[in-house]
């Protein structure tokens, strides 16, 4: 099964951009989203189809995705946004399709 | 208001079964694919099972293939999971999501409750 591949952990300080990484092969040919969780709380959408942001979450956050790379980047980080992010997939390559998680990582803000 | 609400977690015996549930509202139910994610405690996000807005197509992941079974009743507004023998690596807490689309295409997660919590322990 398809696989994706994140960085555990990503440290950042105040006001500074955060990038937070997607591995997968050829991931560019498929629509990547992202999501949010603090702790104690359900993940929450912040990126959908690479790029889209919901209504609600801030310009600060953004994606891209090319090629075997997909990337969160989180502006003018704050304190707030210290939380684990998950990247997803929608997995139609076999003859069954799955949603496929990121094994996630955890934002440190300093 | 969109609002999924899970419910029917508990602690169970491995090789026994449970029914979970959610409860929609704030959206018509029966204009969208329905989907389990569960979360191992302190682990990531996997995925489980999702379902079509009419049940006409139905996914689940190889760890519960052949032991849960994802059904949906539209007239209720209602999701459910059945988990029969269960393993105590189901030990999870499981949230019901909400995909922005009627079938099990390009699916991503545009609404969570808040979860319930399994634990599979003799």
């Known amino acids: 099964s398809y696989v994706l591949t994140q960085p555990p952990s990503v440290s950042v300080a105040p006001g500074k951009t955060a990038r937070i990484t997607c591995g997968g092969n050829?991931?560019?040919?498929?629509?990547v989203h992202w999501y949010q969780q603090k702790p104690g709380q359900a993940p929450v959408l912040v990126i959908y189809?690479?790029?889209d942001r919901p209504s609600g979450i801030p310009e600060r956050f953004s994606g891209s995705n090319s090629g075997n790379t997909a990337t969160l980047t989180i502006s003018r980080v704050e304190a707030g946004d210290e939380a684990d992010y998950y990247c997803?997939?929608?997995?139609?390559?076999?003859?069954?399709?799955?949603?496929?998680f990121g094994g996630g990582t955890k934002l440190t803000v300093l | 208001e969109v609002q999924l609400v899970e419910s029917g977690g508990g602690l169970v015996q491995p090789g026994r079964s449970l029914r979970l549930s959610c409860a929609a509202s704030?959206?018509?139910?029966?204009?969208?694919?329905m989907h389990w994610v569960r979360q191992a405690p302190g682990k990531g996000l996997e995925w489980v099972s999702g379902?079509?807005?009419?049940?006409?197509?139905?996914d689940y992941a190889d760890s519960v293939k052949g032991r849960f079974t994802i059904s949906r009743d539209n007239a209720k507004n209602s999701l459910y999971l059945q988990m029969n023998s269960l393993r105590a690596e189901d030990t999870a807490l499981y949230y019901c999501?909400?995909?922005?689309?009627?079938?099990?295409?390009?699916?991503?997660?545009?609404?969570w409750g808040q979860g319930t919590l399994v634990t599979v322990s003799s």
């Open positions: 379902i079509s807005w009419n049940g006409g197509s139905i």
């Open positions: 704030g959206f018509t139910f029966d204009d969208y694919a």
């Open positions: 050829n991931i560019g040919s498929k629509s």
């Open positions: 189809y690479d790029s």
């Open positions: 999501a909400k995909a922005p689309s009627a079938q099990l295409v390009r699916c991503y997660f545009d609404y």
């Open positions: 997803q997939v929608w997995d139609s390559s076999s003859d069954h399709p799955e949603g496929v």
